[in-house]
């Protein structure tokens, strides 16, 4: 019982430093990193800290900003995902109203159990 004591005080004790390690990592500097308001010196600073420690290059790797060019091209694929979706929303109703205009489009279906928000179409759709 004493070596199960022993164990469990060792294994918390790894916790607790494997747990500040890792708040030091992560302090404030990456979050103005990430949003590009950490000055120069302060990126070269954390650059040679990645080029010394593994944990801080996947820091530096997670925090670094993306850029305009992947804005750009995010902003461009939402733009083509909204408007396939545009265009299929404007579609559906004439292609309903084409069969029978006489007819409520929901005659002859049988209501979904599903909850209104999974029958929802999504507006963009992010590959990654």
């Given at each position: ?44 600073a954390l650059r ?9 290059q996947r820091a ?29 929303d404007a579609a ?37």
């Amino acid at each position: 019982m004493h070596s199960d004591d022993e164990l469990l005080r060792t294994l918390g004790r790894i916790a607790r430093q494997e747990r500040d390690e890792e708040r030091a990592h992560l302090d404030d500097r990456w979050d103005a990193f990430c949003e590009g308001r950490l000055p120069e010196e302060e990126v070269a600073a954390l650059r040679a800290a990645a080029a010394d420690d593994a944990a801080a290059q996947r820091a530096y790797d997670a925090f670094r900003p993306l850029g305009a060019s992947f804005r750009r091209r995010l902003a461009e694929r939402l733009g083509e995902q909204l408007a396939a979706s545009q265009a299929g929303d404007a579609a559906e109703p004439q292609a309903r109203s084409a069969a029978d205009p006489t007819e409520p489009s929901w005659r002859g279906r049988r209501p979904s159990r599903r909850p209104r928000s999974e029958g929802r179409r999504r507006a963009a759709w992010l590959p990654w």
